[in-house]
Nanobody, 125 residues
Framework: VQLQASGGGLVQPGGSLRISCAAS????????MGWFRQAPGKEREFVAA????????KYADSVKGRFTMSRDNGKNTMFLQMDSLKPEDTAVYYC???????????????????WGHGTQVTVSS
């Protein structure tokens, strides 16, 4: 099972970036999928997730209204559209999936089974 995140880079404050995560080795159509991030010197934090095949994303308060998560089950891929980016969004972004999560645990990194290696997002002028 592999998750490959891509699309990170350097963007100016107020700009946009779209990152994606392609999964292989498993069909993730019924799994929960999540995005987490980790800034230097900080713990990994929840960004967004979709519980199983509900289709309805949940977001951290810090990104609500600016980030949009989506998934394409046919392509085993999930996306994170990031708009109105701020310097505090700078972090390594990780994608994760899991088949055993319950709704109340989608913000808990420990509840996920599979992780990608992460993609760096830097917001700076």
């Amino acid at each position: 099972v592999q998750l490959q995140a891509s699309g990170g880079g350097l963007v100016q404050p107020g700009g946009s970036l779209r990152i994606s995560c392609a999964a292989s080795g498993r069909t993730f159509g019924r799994d929960s999928m999540g995005w987490f991030r980790q800034a230097p010197g900080k713990e990994r934090e929840f960004v967004a997730a979709i519980f199983r095949n509900s289709g309805t994303p949940k977001y951290a308060d810090s990104v609500k209204g600016r980030f949009t998560m989506s998934r394409d089950n046919g392509k085993n891929t999930m996306f994170l559209q990031m708009d109105s980016l701020k310097p505090e969004d700078t972090a390594v972004y990780y994608c994760a999936t899991g088949g055993r999560l319950i709704l109340s645990s989608i913000g808990n990194a420990a509840a996920y089974d599979y992780w990608g290696h992460g993609t760096q997002v830097t917001v700076s002028s």
